[in-house]
T-cell receptor, first 116, second 114 residues
Framework: AQKITQTQPGMFVQEKEAVTLDCTYD???????LFWYKQPSSGEMIFLIY??????QNATEGRYSLNFQKARKSANLVISASQLGDSAMYFC?????????????FGRGTQLTVWP | DVKVTQSSRYLVKRTGEKVFLECVQD?????MFWYRQDPGLGLRLIYF???????EKGDIPEGYSVSREKKERFSLILESASTNQTSMYLC?????????????FGPGTRLTVL
């Protein structure tokens, strides 16, 4: 089985501060993609951001950005200017293993709590 | 907007019952997926399908089967429900194109087997 590691089961951050959520993965693939999803308490999985392994620049999407370090096989999610609505579970999900059928491998998630 | 719908948000069934979970997407996606989510375990893939009548086993297919008779609909079947299948079930869909294969999820079905 592919190994995806999110080392922080829980994180706490004050509103308006930045926070980094860690993700490392194990793959011998040279070409792969990496997704981050957010799951609020309502349960729905919401796509946040994507990084391709050959992308030169780190992906950004509004307040979300990826700190992608291919050599270290890590793709940490950075949320700037945290808001109370960012409180949720966050999942890292690489597309690895040589799959051409689009399956993802999910980490166990990090529960982020933003406090006022 | 992509829309993935699941037939029920909450479902309560008894041990031994046959259970059908339905998923429908309206984006003409080739791929469809069924996951289960349990606390502390993340999402685990049960089955997926990349075309009508095609299916592939995921990581935990035991106790489940699937059906895809139409492109927009993917059903998960619990032939004889057991208490250890109490879980949150999430359906997702995506394009087959590797460059555009973001998975979009439905709202989930929380299944309780008594």
């Amino acid at each position: 089985a592919q190994k995806i590691t999110q080392t922080q089961p829980g994180m706490f951050v004050q509103e308006k501060e930045a926070v980094t959520l860690d993700c490392t993965y194990d793959t011998s693939d040279q070409s792969y993609g990496l997704f981050w999803y957010k799951q609020p308490s309502s349960g729905e999985m919401i796509f946040l951001i994507y990084q391709g392994s050959y992308d030169e620049q780190n992906a950004t999407e509004g307040r979300y950005s990826l700190n992608f370090q291919k050599a270290r096989k890590s793709a940490n999610l950075v949320i700037s200017a945290s808001q109370l609505g960012d409180s949720a579970m966050y999942f890292c999900a690489p597309r690895i293993g040589g799959s051409t059928l689009g399956r993802l491998y999910f980490g166990r998630g990090t529960q982020l709590t933003v406090w006022p | 907007d992509v829309k993935v719908t699941q037939s029920s948000r909450y479902l309560v069934k008894r041990t031994g019952e046959k259970v059908f979970l339905e998923c429908v997407q309206d984006m003409d996606h080739e791929n469809m997926f069924w996951y289960r989510q349990d606390p502390g375990l993340g999402l685990r893939l049960i089955y997926f399908s990349y075309d009508v009548k095609m299916k592939e086993k995921g990581d935990i297919p035991e106790g489940y089967s699937v059906s895809r008779e139409k492109k927009e609909r993917f059903s998960l079947i619990l032939e004889s429900a057991s208490t250890n299948q109490t879980s949150m079930y999430l359906c997702a869909s995506s394009f087959l194109d590797r460059e555009a294969d973001t998975q979009y999820f439905g709202p989930g079905t929380r299944l309780t087997v008594l």
